[in-house]
């Protein structure tokens, strides 16, 4: 590759457009909705892109309009139970990296992609 072609600000401007254009991205994802279901479609999930469960709805005519009801409300806290866990993961995980780095506390949240 010739370096002495290479010019630093365009490189620089490409950058940063690839960085607006990843934050985009990421705000269209995180902004979104997704459903998930079982095959025959008896249970239907449905999350935000930030991970997050939004609702659970199970089919009535198969479990019974209460078991159904049941059902949709234990899951529901099945799934916040495990996104919290996940989410906790993740913070110690950064804190603890950013402790092995020598950061100052919180530091590793403040980072893009961290």
């Known amino acids: 590759m010739d370096f002495g072609s290479l010019n630093f600000g365009d490189l ?4 940063q457009a ?3 254009q990843v934050g985009a991205m990421k705000e269209k994802m995180q902004n979104s909705t997704f459903e998930g279901a ?4 008896a249970v ?3 999350m935000s892109g930030k991970y997050a469960p939004v609702s659970v709805k199970c089919d009535t005519e ?4 209460e078991e159904a009801e049941i059902l949709e409300k234990l899951i529901f806290a099945a799934l916040i139970n495990v996104t919290n866990q996940i989410r906790s993961a993740e913070e110690q995980s950064k804190q603890d990296l950013g402790q092995s780095l020598g950061l ?3 530091l590793m949240g403040n ?3 961290f």
Not at 62 to 65: A, N, S
């Open 18 to 20: 690839l960085q607006t």
């Open 111 to 113: 980072l893009p992609g």
């Open 38 to 41: 079982d095959e025959d479609g």
């Open 62 to 65: 198969l479990f019974g309009e």
């Open 12 to 15: 620089m401007a490409r950058a």
């Open 44 to 46: 239907r999930i449905t």
């Open 104 to 106: 100052p506390p919180g």
